[in-house]
């Protein structure tokens, strides 16, 4: 399996298709976006996940040019709410796969539920569960979780919690999922899938403007994420064009010592 290194993450370059194939002998997908690489620069906790995981796959179209800039193209933009709904109709005729929803608002992932099994014509997600806020500290709902998940009989847990914390809360409870073999950290599509959030038009997607759509839809929520990274981004992909770029965890121990911060003679705005 081919990969394209963006910054500090090797980027799996396969398309759909294939990723849809190798899932069946399991493996966690994550996917890499420019808000995730912008923290994966910060975070050595978020970036060792990345490392465990067996797919990370472009979710970005925007990294698919910088791809082209760095002259490794990318060859296919998937991101987690096209994976979702490709996943379940390439699956839907196997009876092994039994899908648990974890994420979104109380009453929600019911709704995408009821959808899905509708499209499907079988009881694919088998149950699902709307944690409370800051579940992930809490020892107590972590065990629920896990007991919610574990006798539902699922094989593929879908959890849209945000990033990185649904990528962090797999890492830490995986060997605790008895009969999950794939692992989809999937974002806000299961709001996608309930119908209760909008994607952008198909247009805005090919070209690279969902971000923007995205933007206007939540100004307060999301104005931090796609703004004031945009600078810091580009910056780091410019050094990388020219061999400059250094990734911050390279050492055999993360280093936090600010000489290896790959921000080094960028400016604070």
């Known amino acids: 399996m081919t990969q394209v290194q963006l910054l500090n993450v090797n980027i799996n ?142 094989t593929v847990l879908a959890i849209g919690v945000g990033a990185p914390k649904q990528e962090m809360w797999i890492a830490k409870h995986r060997s605790d999922l008895l009969n999950v073999k794939i692992f989809l950290a999937i974002g806000a599509t299961i709001n996608f899938e309930a119908g209760n959030v909008k994607r952008s038009p198909q247009w805005m997607s090919e070209v690279g403007l969902e971000w923007l759509y995205r933007l206007l839809s939540e100004p307060r929520r999301l104005w931090k994420r796609y703004l004031m990274d945009a600078v810091p981004f580009i910056y780091l992909v410019c050094k990388q064009r020219f061999q400059k770029y250094r990734n911050p965890w390279s050492k055999a121990k993360h280093n936090r010592d600010n000489n290896h911060s790959p921000f080094k003679g960028l400016k604070r705005m």
Do not use: W
């Open 13 to 154: 370059n396969l398309a759909m298709s294939d990723l849809l194939d190798n899932l069946q002998s399991g493996g966690l997908v994550v996917t890499p976006n420019v808000d995730h690489l912008m923290k994966l620069q910060r975070d050595p906790d978020f970036y060792g996940v990345y490392q465990e995981a067996e797919y990370r796959v472009c979710d970005s179209k925007i990294l698919m040019y910088v791809s082209r800039f760095l002259g490794t193209p990318i060859v296919e933009k998937i991101s987690g709410s096209d994976l979702f709904p490709a996943f379940y109709n390439h699956y839907r005729n196997d009876e092994s796969i039994k899908i648990f929803l974890l994420g979104a608002q109380k009453g929600i992932a019911e709704i995408a539920q009821r959808k899905i099994n509708s499209k499907v014509g079988r009881n694919m997600i088998v149950d699902t569960y709307s944690p409370p806020f800051g579940f992930e500290k809490d020892e107590e709902e972590c065990r629920k979780i896990l007991q919610l998940i574990n006798s539902s009989g699922a």
